[in-house]
């Protein structure tokens, strides 16, 4: 699923847990509220934005008080953006875009050692899988 940059704003207001109630809900107001406090945004756009999360099924309300829910977390559209880049960019490549992610960057060894138990903990969980089928 693909989001704007303008409705990725408006998901990180709703995953945001200091916002939520015990519901894991928010007021439809008071994320416009943030919504015009931090980008200046009309409430009249807030609500446009709101009813195209609701047609992607990206987030649901529940009256009287018009809360909003997220169906969908973070790293699901994160994952999902960073995937179709990889498709499109280096022809489904990992290790392309891995090489091009950080090409330009200055990497420690901190960052090597950390690369690396990811790897590694990939490979455990790929050896626990086979060892069940």
Known sequence: ????DNEFKIME????????????EIIAKKVSD???????????????????LLEKEVIRRRYPNYTIKALVKR??????G?????DKTYEGSVLNFFRGFIRDKE???EDINGMQEIIN????EK????DRE
Not at 1 to 4: G, K, N
Not at 34 to 49: D, H, Q
Not at 75 to 80: F, K, M, S, Y
Not at 82 to 86: H, P
């Open 1 to 4: 699923m693909r989001l704007s």
């Open 75 to 80: 790293e699901d559209i994160v994952n999902e």
């Open 127 to 130: 050896n626990q899988e086979n």
């Open 34 to 52: 943030i919504l015009i406090e931090k980008y200046g945004w009309s409430k009249r756009a807030n609500y446009v934005y709101f009813s195209r």
């Open 13 to 24: 207001i709703i995953w945001d847990e200091k916002y939520l109630d015990e519901n894991g």
């Open 107 to 109: 990497i420690t060894q």
């Open 82 to 86: 960073v995937k179709e880049i990889i």
């Open 121 to 124: 903990s990939f490979n455990s």
